[in-house]
């Protein structure tokens, strides 16, 4: 919306021996089980209204490609080296640990830090190793030139201290199992799952990929790797390290999300606490699902979830203030001006402006009538403009910085005030008078023009609530390709047909709700 190109590239790592063994419990084959899980993503996504500019699976063959020559280009550099590896292994999360790192359970059983199950222990296995250790000074060095790398504030913390604490050589392959992208410099060592995956990157921007020439350089470094705080050493330590080995540019940002909580708990199918987005679609669809998440937990950091307060959310926030506000003014609107637009001096002429002059304002009004304290001071200034022309520069650097929760509540503040300015104006009562009609369209032009640009805003948390408020202003939200000048005030047309249509956000009782957030 705002005319820039975009990539957006997800996906799914399919390698490794967590996914060999899971698809060997199934007793499937490891790429049939794979098949078997991508429709579940992929639904996710377009039950979300989540469009990606590509879907990488590490078992594609371009993304085979990319893993070996990029490896193969660092062997080539010297920058691998094959040895035996000794130590404990966590299968679940894919990661080496050492003797200091281990925990141990009530039974005396070494178990992963992180998930808590128990470790396996590696002795002799021979692996090629990355010199990850050769870059630690250097990743140091790079934090200390780029403070916006890792962020939240947190999470640069951790990993500063931890590669302060020393880096040790990574092993990059395993000899052990085959499901896995084989290394073309050595016959029977695939890739180890991270050194496979974090190259989904790579491919999902067309590297090595000859039907997608300039791709690669036209997208790559990104703005953001988004992922989950607890992945946050392979994307912020071995990633880059991988990337200066191989003279590639490091993404802008790597911005860590926290954990959903349930009860304190994070949210997991194995802790049987896990909400499933289907069901919570269901119930509050899929606009107001976004809406809450985003808004409602602050991104980066844990956030506690439960359907009271989602519940809750979702009548304050869209019942009650935008869905209500939608609903009385275009059928205020349907009621005094046959559903369109009103005619106001400057109104929908493109250049920002909107609304009558003082002078207009005071020569229109009737001697009979006598307009209240609240009244007399609408008829005679735009607070909602006022409030609009500054929303774009509060609202513009929250969504850059990633601060979801301070670009909805910044429009929320315009939706709060347009709903006041209504109930201040009173148009039901201006359109008793002839001689304030002018005073009601400029009323009822100020408030239908407050919405479209509500909706503008609102567009990336609700798109199709967006698209949907747009179409009933007889607008096409999916023409908007300069968010600056859309949300300029006045580009709304007078004429334009209004539809009423049905309430957006029908208000929820919880205790009708058939879902259970136990």
Request: aromatic letters at 12%; glycine letters at 6%.
């Given at each position: 919306?705002?005319?820039r ?36 993503f ?44 000794e ?77 302060k ?19 073309t ?5 695939v ?11 790579f ?37 880059p ?32 606490n ?83 002059s ?68 009173a ?29 503008l805003?609102?567009?990336p ?31 709304l ?26």
């Amino acid at each position: 919306m705002k005319g820039r190109a975009v990539s957006f590239v997800t996906g799914l790592d399919e390698h490794g021996q967590k996914v060999a063994s899971t698809a060997e419990s199934k007793h499937m084959t490891p790429q049939a089980w794979c098949d078997s899980m991508v429709p579940a993503f992929k639904d996710a996504w377009e039950m979300l209204d989540i469009r990606y500019t590509d879907f990488v699976r590490t078992t594609e063959p371009r993304h085979t490609k990319t893993v070996q020559q990029f490896w193969n280009d660092l062997f080539e550099k010297g920058f691998l080296y094959k040895s035996c590896y000794e130590g404990w292994y966590c299968v679940h999360e894919e990661t080496y640990y050492t003797q200091s790192d281990i925990e141990f359970d009530e039974n005396d059983v070494e178990v992963c830090p992180e998930c808590h199950r128990p470790l396996q222990h590696s002795a002799g296995e021979e692996n090629w190793f990355f010199k990850l250790s050769e870059f630690q000074d250097k990743l140091l060095a790079f934090y200390d030139e780029h403070p916006d790398f890792i962020r939240p504030i947190t999470r640069r913390n951790e990993v500063v201290s931890f590669v302060k604490s020393g880096l040790r050589d990574l092993s990059i392959s395993r000899s052990t199992f085959s499901w896995g992208v084989p290394l073309t410099f050595d016959e029977g060592h695939v890739a180890y799952v991270w050194a496979d995956a974090l190259l989904s990157y790579f491919t999902g921007n067309g590297f090595a990929d000859s039907s997608r020439p300039g791709d690669f350089e036209r997208f790559w470094p990104p703005a953001y790797h988004i992922v989950g705080k607890d992945i946050l050493r392979f994307h912020c330590v071995i990633w880059p390290a991988m990337l200066m080995a191989a003279g590639y540019p490091i993404a802008h940002c790597v911005f860590g999300h926290g954990f959903l909580l349930t009860k304190g708990e994070k949210m997991s199918k194995s802790r049987g606490n896990a909400m499933q987005p289907a069901d919570l679609v269901r119930v509050f669809g899929s606009d107001a699902y976004r809406y809450y998440f985003m808004s409602d937990i602050q991104f980066g950091h844990d956030g506690s979830i439960s359907l009271e307060r989602m519940t809750q959310v979702y009548n304050a926030d869209l019942a009650n203030t935008w869905g209500n506000l939608c609903s009385r003014v275009f059928n205020m609107t349907q009621k005094y001006f046959d559903g369109q637009v009103p005619c106001i001096d400057g109104s929908g002429d493109g250049d920002g402006a909107g609304g009558v002059s003082e002078h207009a304002a005071a020569e229109s009004a009737d001697a009979a009538f006598v307009p209240t304290p609240a009244q007399d001071a609408l008829l005679h200034d735009n607070p909602l403009r006022d409030l609009a022309d500054k929303l774009l520069e509060k609202y513009d650097p929250a969504m850059e910085a990633l601060d979801y929760m301070g670009a909805a509540l910044a429009v929320q503040e315009l939706a709060s005030r347009v709903n006041l300015y209504v109930e201040q104006s009173a148009p039901w009562t201006l359109a008793k008078h002839s001689s304030t009609q002018p005073h009601l369209k400029q009323v009822i032009y100020n408030s239908l023009e407050a919405i479209r640009l509500i909706a503008l805003y609102l567009s990336p948390f609700m798109p199709r609530t967006s698209a949907e408020v747009y179409r009933r202003l007889e607008l096409d939200i999916n023409e908007v390709r300069n968010f600056a000048h859309e949300s300029q005030w006045g580009m709304l047309s007078s004429g334009n047909k209004v539809e009423v249509g049905e309430a957006l956000f029908p208000r929820l009782d919880i205790s009708s709700l058939n879902l259970d957030d136990e």
